[in-house]
């Protein structure tokens, strides 16, 4: 399997920044997309921002601006660089790595989540 293990959640105060990372490990596998998600108290899941295996990346509009993932092939790991964040922020943020697993086929993993408070 491929497992994602999400960092760098935390309390924040509005306007400022937190820095999420997403480690994917396993063993022989490709990942096509990684992204993040995030699901507030009584509202869906909802995508915040993603980022192919090439660079391409698609971000929310309520982010865009304010956020930008980036991504080490080489770590297999996704970053959320997140600035000039409000309370509409506050979310479980949820890791998600889609690709192919050479022996199994294709995969779709999630991480736990990390939760991030933007609050005075």
């Known amino acids: 399997q491929v497992q994602l293990v999400e960092s760098g959640g935390g309390l924040v105060q509005p306007g400022g920044s937190l820095r999420l990372s997403c480690a994917a490990s396993?063993?022989?596998?490709?990942?096509?997309?990684m992204g993040w998600y995030r699901q507030a108290p009584g509202k869906q899941r909802e995508l915040v921002a993603a980022i192919t295996s090439g660079g391409n990346t698609n971000y929310a509009d309520s982010v865009k601006g304010r956020f930008t993932i980036s991504r080490d092939n080489a770590k297999n790991t996704v970053y959320l660089q997140m600035n000039s964040l409000t309370p509409e922020d506050t979310a479980v943020y949820y890791c998600?790595?889609?690709?192919?697993?050479?022996?199994?086929?294709?995969?779709?993993?999630w991480g736990q989540g990390t939760q991030v408070t933007v609050s005075s």
């Open positions: 998600n790595a889609r690709g192919i697993r050479y022996v199994s086929g294709a995969f779709d993993s």
């Open positions: 396993g063993s022989m596998f490709s990942i096509h997309t």
